[in-house]
């Protein structure tokens, strides 16, 4: 049911983007700060949906549907406000979009795989790829400004959200490859067997 609470935990991703629009639009240290609390409180719910999930058993398809949208509309949400904003430093655009275009191949791959009853399983190392994301991403929205309003400003936190930024982008690029193959693979499988004879259809007098 909609109203189960990892549902509502997953619901609470989508609801929470609004609100972060809002926080990076203000352009103030509290309010950089507020948002990489929002973003990373958000993120960290993605864990606890499927655990409660799972333990409960009451894992519905209105949960599986809901979940990988919540993720992907909260992390391209969170990458085109730091980039629409310029708060992406130096290079920093360029894992950005490497990120955003294996969300989409991974879509496309999922919808077209679900309709052939084939999933494609998580891997260990797509988790790796999601907590770097996570972090970068909350790291980022904080940056040097937000860090200084709890005591941190003397850590380069635009740097280190940077260095796991361009982390998270290599493990998307080996993950995405994985999927992709994997997609390939499958459909090689499906696909009907040539027939490199030729067939004449024609009637002999």
Request: contains cysteine; neutral net charge.
């Amino acid at each position: 049911m909609p109203t189960d609470l990892p549902n509502l935990l997953t619901l609470s991703r989508i609801l929470a983007i609004p609100l972060l629009v809002v926080f990076v639009a203000i352009r103030a240290p509290w309010a950089d700060m507020a948002a990489c609390a929002l973003f990373s409180a958000a993120a960290i719910t993605d864990y606890f949906d499927g655990k409660i999930a799972r333990d409960r058993k009451i894992v519905s398809d209105f949960g599986r549907m809901l979940d990988p949208i919540a993720d992907k509309l909260l992390v391209g949400a969170a990458l085109m406000l730091l980039a629409g904003f310029d708060r992406l430093p130096n290079w920093a655009l360029l894992p950005a979009i490497v990120i955003m275009l294996r969300e989409i191949l991974v879509s496309g791959l999922r919808e077209y795989l679900a309709g052939i009853n084939f999933g494609l399983p998580v891997t260990a190392l797509a988790k790796w790829k999601t907590g770097f994301q996570m972090g970068a991403l909350g790291t980022l929205l904080a940056g040097d400004t937000g860090a200084a309003v709890i005591g941190l400003g003397f850590l380069p936190v635009s740097l280190i959200g940077e260095l796991m930024l361009w982390t998270a982008a290599a493990l998307t690029l080996v993950t995405g490859w994985d999927y992709l193959a994997a997609g390939l693979r499958h459909v090689a499988r499906e696909a009907p067997p040539h027939n490199s004879s030729p067939v004449n259809h024609m009637e002999r007098p």
